[in-house]
């Protein structure tokens, strides 16, 4: 099984990865593909995605019992703990205007 979320991806790449998955949600593909599929279809993703993010996860013999890549800018990146892969969240920004004084009022 291989499932691939885009997020703000350029019209041109959805309807490619269309054509070999099926969309089941806005950005979310799903689909049963080889290895060499996936990874052609992955690179057209990265080649792809613009200013977007995505993820590709597939099925595969881990404790999990699944993989995951991430491509782009995203809060959460993958990071791995004791040989399991994780999600971490980075900080949020901050916004850099001070407050105005009625903002500052608790």
């Known amino acids: 099984m291989l499932v691939i979320v885009v997020e703000n991806a ?3 790449l959805r309807g490619r990865l ?4 099926l969309e089941i949600r806005a950005g979310v593909y799903v ?3 080889s290895r060499r599929i ?3 279809i992955w690179e057209q993703v990265q080649a792809g995605i613009g ?3 995505a993820l590709v996860s597939w ?3 881990t404790e999990a019992g ?3 890549e991430t491509f782009g800018t995203n ?3 993958p990071c791995e703990m004791d040989g399991v892969k994780l999600v971490s969240f980075l900080p949020e920004e901050k916004s850099s205007e001070p407050l105005e004084a009625e903002d500052q009022m608790v």
Do not use: C, H, Q, Y
């Open 31 to 33: 689909g049963k593909v």
């Open 38 to 40: 996936r990874e052609m």
């Open 10 to 12: 350029p019209p041109r």
């Open 66 to 68: 699944f993989d995951f």
């Open 59 to 61: 099925s595969t013999n």
């Open 51 to 53: 200013e977007g993010n």
């Open 75 to 77: 809060r959460r990146i």
């Open 18 to 21: 269309a054509v070999w998955l």
